[in-house]
């Protein structure tokens, strides 16, 4: 039989309740309600309850024997709902990667970057959108992203498939925000490694002027003078 604990939420014979203290907002609140006997002779157990609110904002409850049990339970049923698209949402558990990256191409990144920049985030959306397009969004998991990145290394230098990452991760935040899933995969698998190829030095220009200089004789001299003046 639960022990009735003490302070918080205390019950009196008369089934009456006084909240001692609160949990924080959003936490909901866990409190033990002690048994007592039915009008028709049953004896009710007392119980451990928790309360919580759901997507529309209406108070659910849940039971356990142990304020532990109690607290798991209740935590279970918020990660649904915070699983769960919020309501009204355009999309749904059955909306693809390809629906996705369409409208967040469209509605989100088409106003935040140059036209030439987009066209390159389009490219590479649509290296992730042929391999796992047609799959559900709450679906790709690190497995799969894994995988994909892997297929993706065999085709494609590691600086390609990095900046391919970044949209793609974009778009799979953006499916975060308007609660489709409750974290990205992207978060859950690493980077591949590259190395920066360093920049060529270019000459200064006392440097450029001594080599039109000692160009001047040779036949493709007027070429030299023309690459450095007119900076070809």
Known sequence: MPRQPRGKRIGSDDHEFSVVSK????????YFEPGRTEKD????EGMWRATYRDAVGKTKRVSAATRVQVEARRDAKLAEIDAAPKVGSRFSRDTTFAELIEWWLESVAR????TSTFDSYRRFAGYLAHDIGGLAVVDVGAETI???QSKLLDRYAPFTVINCRKVCRQAFMEAVKVGLIASSPFDLVKAPKAKRVKAGRALDPEEAKALIRAAEPLRLGAAVTLRFCQGW
């Open 146 to 148: 894994t995988a994909w």
């Open 23 to 30: 949990n924080s907002n959003g936490d909901g609140s866990v």
């Open 41 to 44: 002779g049953r004896i009710r």
């Open 111 to 114: 106003h935040q970057v140059r």
